[in-house]
């Protein structure tokens, strides 16, 4: 037998070895625990990222359907303006035709020169031609509006402020297509020789010039115009009332 105090020590040994094992156990238990929770964590922090990804994709959905509903704004407003658009450009178009004669409506405007149409705004001074035959006249010409026939019949009436008769002449005239300034289709006349009575006397003195234009088949229109006569100093009469 061995002595009664040495007996414990292996117990003691085996105790402590147990105690160690079950310390060693408890540790890895713990480890376990540890990496469990921090499993965990990466999960719950998956999970958070997923969250946000989500709300991050539902944000986008919600950018992207403002943007689809910003483009239909635009697309309406934009239709909105083209038919705003349509609407202001029929109604000007309709204006223009009745003021232009193009919607079935006649008419002329009266004006000068000799080669092409200018037009007699106002009162321009005008100069008196001295005809061949003797007599003066001034350069007339005109824009016809909504006539079909290339043929015309002109009236033209002038009449010298202060003198006691006018002058009417007639003439069936042969017209010829073209735009205006405006673009707008006329039918054009010019270089007809307007004769004025009592011309010698006229210088310096109001003319006026009344325009009666119509078409065989049937339609007609007026324009009055002024102008101030002038005439060459060697040409007035020195007898004049």
Known sequence: ??????????????????????????????????????????????????????????????????????????RSAGVVLVAAAAALLACGSSSEGREAGTSGAQRVVLGTGEAEFESMDGEPRIRLVHGAQGGFHVWASFLAYGFASQALDLTLTTLVEGASENLVMHARLTTRELLDVDGTPARSFAGFPGQVRDARCADGRRVELQLHLSEPGGGAADDVRHCIAELDEELRSTECP
């Not at 117990?11 to 402590?16: K, V, Y």
């Not at 922090?45 to 991050?56: D, F, H, Q």
């Open 1 to 74: 037998m061995l002595p009664p105090s040495r007996a414990p020590w292996p117990l003691d040994a085996q105790r402590r070895a147990e105690v160690a094992l079950v310390a060693r156990r408890s540790a890895g238990v713990a480890l376990v625990a540890q990496r469990c929770a921090e499993v965990a964590l990466v999960a719950r922090r998956s999970a958070g990222v997923a969250l946000v990804a989500r709300r991050s994709a539902g944000v986008a959905l919600v950018a992207r359907r403002s943007a689809g509903v910003a483009l239909v704004a635009r």
